[in-house]
């Protein structure tokens, strides 16, 4: 007995030991993630210094002040913004090697990475305040104006791109940076530790990495040194190649989580490029991953490039002769031919990094439920003299954000890939662009759902004036262009994204939802009817009834235009017979969308795939193991089946914790998952489509009210500023906080408006407490909502942090205000933080009334400020939230769905399971 306890005793020390070593791994892999994105920036910031610096105009008048100082004898400008930049540089280089060695000591402690980080954002900083001392003396000033007059004169070109773009670009990505060291060592969720104890995977990495190191003298590689030798700042290019190079065996270590290899397609579009084609396959040829196809579509060249496509020899590469179209039309040739489930893009012009592929499609494959990709790309253009410097277009990528990118293109076409399906059900490029096909197509792929987003240059364009390239060409009205590109998104915010139907899509759709008589509800609802709604599909809802309200307030009016089935809710035996009823309903049917891993939803939905084969669709959108637990309760994990007593007597209760507990293992088990918000998506291994909180846009339609009368109707005075707060009254949504801003505003024109979708206990309180100084309006019909909303002034939005299940939810509070362009304020909490970043909403922190209040005070005083804000946020509303967008989204995730055919082991598994409690 003693030995046994001593052995537990050393199991759970080395679980600790293994444990805390993962940990410092992690945060040394993050630091080191985060050093490589600064080093990155700090380059930029260096390469557009040097552009500053070597503009015409500030050479000649600092030039001229140096002769005026001599004239009028008065001291003269000894030291430059750019000679501080040159030591800073200097400086930088010597410091960043001993961050890097100290990063690979695994003595070395959080504090001491904190630390080194912090020097590198100071450097980062001193970089910028070069810049900003260049950009606002009188000098470069005088210099902007000379240049903008030749331009106007037309003795210059009048458009041309500005040498602080860049940097600017930069300082904006570095004030919404979340540093990845922050996210290893804070509560809040992160994500799990790519470390996987498989031999044969570890080997396999291994062996990548190996072969990459191999590739030195390949053509990328070959180029890059060339690119070095004739790059002017050749100090500022190197930190941004070596952070870079250094980022990429971390980021195949991390994308690599299987040993085969799927099909990737190639498409190549050619015309007359028989001079240069053979670079970019071998660029292909010289990639990690191996197992790919090309497509040479050729669009009718008249020189030699079919002569030269047959000496390749490779039964890999296919060659397509058409035509003379266009590129766009060639390229969607191609992907008509193209077989594997992956695709990408390269260019006759360009290079990939050797790792490109294994890259991207690992980030792809990691992440199942996302639909495309895209990295940085390097934007050169060698000089035609070996004498002259090459001249660099800029370093390009950026983090994604959909307004910025309908206002100007930053995914390069050979830096994008995505799953062969987007292209069956959206369709491909237009073909009667003449150049720009890569923005017009990323706009569209991008719509319903953010694309992953890889740091690192992956990818090289490559101009030439003697190539004839699009982008160059004289003859195509590139303002025309980009107005068609525009419009193009445009047209998807009216008209939705255009999709096909495919042979795979259902004709019959079950939606399941576990209750009926409360707020979860509404998603069910919302989603079914959408699906109806496009007249391509007979949609049906089963229901259980678990409460004692008939039906959940918001929807006792509603009459649906599509079947439902309601059943009453209650404890075993007396729940068989209207279970085995239901189970009839939801298996007739081409695929199941299941909301909720719940036994009345999850267990029904594998019960009919083990019975009838139906394809099922789990969204998870909430920790069901513990939304009724106290605030501070952990939650409780999954249960496996086979640790399940049958005979306890809380599994007569299908909605009990049990049941929850044993569905919760059975949906980490689901091969399809869907979610809206990112930390169920890593809690499910980021493997998870997205469908957000659906409304209808008939109703959620500002152009549809008028706001002034429907402010009449609900008593709110002219002049009179509502705060309002729609849904369930619960603490843990910060409802007392809006009461207390408006006591620290000083009370009118300022006022609380509470909606209730259905009392709670904190209502109650909350009535009692504050009596005669807020307003609760009972329970409305689910789309009069719409109408409150738009009659509001601001939506606050607080979730408290200390409550585990607020990091896992989207509540339906956003939709209503997106949709109805009401400002929201919200905390830095799960996807409302990214949202707040990307300038959707304002972000305040939990708790902070203060800060709250200086937030509604800007909000209400300066509202032209926030106008854009709230446009943006009607547009995003129109792009992830509404109708439109959930019926594009569904045909994704039901193609998606049809390649988990037949009987699903964990559908088998719970069957078994489910016989054997009921012999009990």
């Known amino acids: 007995?003693?030995?046994?306890?001593?052995?537990?005793?050393?199991?759970?020390?080395?679980?600790?030991?293994?444990?805390?070593?993962?940990?410092?791994?992690?945060?040394?892999?993050?630091?080191?993630?985060?050093?490589?994105?600064?080093?990155?920036?700090?380059?930029?910031?260096?390469?557009?210094?040097?552009?500053?610096?070597?503009?015409?105009?500030?050479?000649?008048?600092?030039?001229?002040?140096?002769?005026?100082?001599?004239?009028?004898?008065?001291?003269?400008?000894?030291?430059?913004?750019?000679?501080?930049?040159?030591?800073?540089?200097?400086?930088?280089?010597?410091?960043?090697?001993?961050?890097?060695?100290r990063s690979e000591k695994p003595q070395t402690s959080f504090d001491d990475l904190k630390k080194d980080r912090s020097d590198a954002e100071e450097i980062l900083m001193q970089f910028n305040d070069q810049i900003t001392r260049m950009r606002k003396s009188i000098w470069w000033r005088l210099g902007l104006f000379l240049r903008f007059t030749l331009g106007a004169l037309k003795l210059k070109k009048r458009d041309f791109r500005m040498p602080t773009v860049d940097s600017d670009e930069v300082m904006k990505r570095y004030k919404k940076w979340i540093p990845a060291l922050s996210t290893i060592s804070s509560h809040s969720e992160r994500q799990p530790i790519i470390d996987s104890m498989d031999p044969i995977l570890s080997q396999h990495r291994d062996k990548i990495i190996e072969a990459l190191d191999g590739k030195n003298d390949g053509v990328y590689e070959t180029f890059i040194l060339k690119l070095l030798e004739h790059h002017k700042n050749v100090s500022s290019m190197r930190a941004v190649l070596e952070a870079n190079k250094r980022s990429v065996p971390d980021l195949l270590r991390q994308n690599i989580e299987r040993t085969d290899e799927p099909l990737v397609s190639i498409i190549m579009a050619t015309f007359n490029r028989a001079a240069i084609i053979e670079e970019a396959i071998d660029s292909i040829k010289e990639q990690t991953w191996q197992n790919w196809e090309l497509l040479i579509c050729d669009d009718g060249s008249e020189d030699n490039t079919g002569e030269i496509i047959a000496a390749q020899n490779d039964s890999r590469i296919r060659y397509f002769r058409f035509e003379h179209g266009g590129a766009a039309k060639a390229r969607n040739s191609g992907l008509a031919h193209a077989k594997g489930a992956y695709v990408a893009y390269l260019d006759t012009d360009n290079l990939w990094h050797p790792a490109y592929l294994h890259i991207m499609i690992g980030r792809l494959i990691r992440h199942a439920g996302c639909y495309c990709a895209y990295a940085k790309f390097i934007d050169v253009e060698p000089a035609e003299d070996a004498s002259e410097n090459w001249q660099l277009k800029g370093y390009n990528g950026q983090e994604y954000n959909f307004e910025r990118l309908h206002e100007k293109n930053y995914i390069d076409l050979n830096a994008f890939t995505h799953r062969k399906y987007i292209n069956q059900i959206l369709g491909g490029f237009t073909e009667d662009l003449p150049r720009l096909q890569d923005w017009d197509l990323a706009l569209k792929y991008t719509y319903i759902r953010d694309p992953l987003y890889i740091n690192t240059f992956l990818a090289i364009c490559r101009r030439n004036k003697k190539w004839d390239q699009i982008s160059t060409a004289k003859d195509i009205d590139h303002s025309a262009v980009i107005k068609r590109v525009r419009q193009n998104a445009s047209n998807y915010f009216s008209q939705g994204l255009p999709y096909k139907d495919t042979h795979e899509q259902p004709g019959k759709i079950t939606v399941i939802s576990w209750d009926i008589c409360r707020n979860h509800f509404s998603k069910a609802y919302n989603v079914a009817e959408a699906l109806h709604q496009t007249g391509k599909y007979k949609v049906r809802l089963v229901g259980f009834r678990f409460f004692n309200t008939p039906i959940f307030?918001?929807?006792?009016?509603?009459?649906?235009?599509?079947?439902?089935?309601y059943f009453s809710g209650a404890k075993f035996p007396e729940f068989n017979n209207d279970f085995n009823y239901a189970l009839e309903k939801a298996g007739d049917a081409d695929i199941i969308y299941c909301i909720k891993p719940r036994f009345p939803s999850l267990g029904l939905a594998l019960l009919a795939n083990n019975r009838f084969g139906t394809p099922v669709a789990l969204e998870v959108n909430d920790l069901e193991t513990m939304i009724e637990q106290p605030i501070h309760t952990e939650q409780q994990e999954g249960v496996s089946l086979d640790d399940v007593d049958c005979s306890d007597p809380e599994l007569l209760n299908p909605r009990s914790q049990i049941w929850s507990r044993i569905m919760e293992n059975c949906a980490q088990k689901m091969p399809l998952i869907v979610t809206h918000n990112k930390n169920l998506d890593t809690r499910y291994g980021n493997r998870t489509f997205c469908l957000r909180n659906p409304k209808d846009e008939k109703y959620f339609n500002p152009d549809a009210y008028d706001r002034d009368s429907i402010r009449m109707e609900l008593g709110i005075a002219p002049g009179e500023k509502v705060i309002l707060f729609a849904g369930l009254l619960r603490r843990h949504k910060g409802i007392r906080y809006i009461?207390?801003?408006?006591?620290?505003?000083?009370?009118?024109?300022?006022?609380?408006?509470?909606?209730?979708?259905?009392?709670?206990?904190?209502?109650?309180?909350?009535?009692?407490?504050?009596?005669?100084?807020?307003?609760?309006?009972?329970?409305?019909?689910?789309?009069?909502?719409?109408?409150?909303?738009?009659?509001?002034?601001?939506?606050?939005?607080?979730?408290?942090?200390?409550?585990?299940?607020?990091?896992?939810?989207?509540?339906?509070?956003?939709?209503?205000?997106?949709?109805?362009?009401?400002?929201?304020?919200?905390?830095?909490?799960?996807?409302?933080?990214?949202?707040?970043?990307?300038?959707?909403?304002?972000?305040?922190?939990?708790?902070?009334?203060?800060?709250?209040?200086?937030?509604?005070?800007?909000?209400?005083?300066?509202?032209?400020?926030?106008?854009?804000?709230?446009?943006?946020?009607?547009?995003?509303?129109?792009?992830q939230f509404s109708y439109r967008s959930t019926q594009t989204n569904f045909s994704i995730i039901a193609q998606a769905a049809h390649q988990h055919h037949g009987v699903l082991p964990v559908a088998k598994e719970f069957a078994e399971f489910f016989t054997r409690f009921h012999r009990a």
């Open 1 to 101: 007995m003693r030995a046994r306890i001593i052995n537990v005793v050393n199991f759970f020390k080395a679980c600790r030991f293994n444990m805390l070593e993962n940990v410092n791994q992690a945060g040394r892999n993050a630091h080191r993630q985060d050093l490589n994105t600064l080093s990155g920036w700090i380059g930029i910031l260096f390469e557009s210094a040097t552009r500053m610096n070597d503009h015409w105009w500030w050479r000649i008048l600092l030039a001229s002040r140096r002769i005026i100082s001599k004239l009028l004898m008065i001291r003269s400008l000894k030291v430059t913004p750019f000679d501080q930049s040159l030591k800073l540089m200097d400086h930088w280089e010597h410091l960043e090697i001993d961050m890097y060695k």
């Open 553 to 565: 307030e918001p929807y006792a009016d509603v009459t649906p235009d599509f079947e439902t089935f």
């Open 739 to 879: 009461v207390e801003l408006i006591r620290t505003l000083g009370g009118p024109p300022y006022r609380a408006l509470f909606v209730s979708s259905l009392p709670t206990s904190d209502q109650k309180d909350l009535e009692e407490k504050y009596k005669g100084e807020i307003t609760i309006l009972p329970p409305q019909g689910r789309n009069n909502i719409a109408r409150i909303n738009y009659a509001s002034d601001a939506v606050i939005l607080w979730l408290n942090p200390n409550n585990k299940p607020s990091h896992y939810q989207m509540p339906y509070k956003i939709t209503d205000a997106f949709a109805m362009k009401v400002p929201v304020i919200a905390n830095d909490i799960s996807d409302l933080g990214d949202l707040g970043r990307q300038g959707y909403l304002r972000l305040v922190e939990y708790g902070n009334l203060e800060a709250l209040k200086n937030t509604v005070l800007d909000i209400f005083k300066q509202p032209e400020n926030h106008r854009e804000m709230v446009e943006a946020g009607r547009r995003l509303y129109l792009r």
